[in-house]
């Protein structure tokens, strides 16, 4: 389990690193700052598996998964 957990760290880390915003051409500027109440109502959402190329069906099920060793 420890492999795993650590391969699949490693995945996510990676696809933090080369992350493509659907944003990129627009350069955010210091005057463009929104409350946070308005950018959770209008920021671009992003699935973790449309960014990471991880699919649900790629882990393991929650039942067998502990966060004890």
Known sequence: M????????????????????PFEEHKIDLYDWIPPDEEDRTAP????????GIRKDQLPPQEILSLSS
Do not use: P, V
């Open 45 to 52: 959402e992003r699935k973790l598996e449309e960014w990471s």
């Open 2 to 21: 420890e492999k795993y957990i650590s391969q699949l760290l490693a995945d996510i880390y990676y696809a933090a690193d080369h992350i493509t915003w």
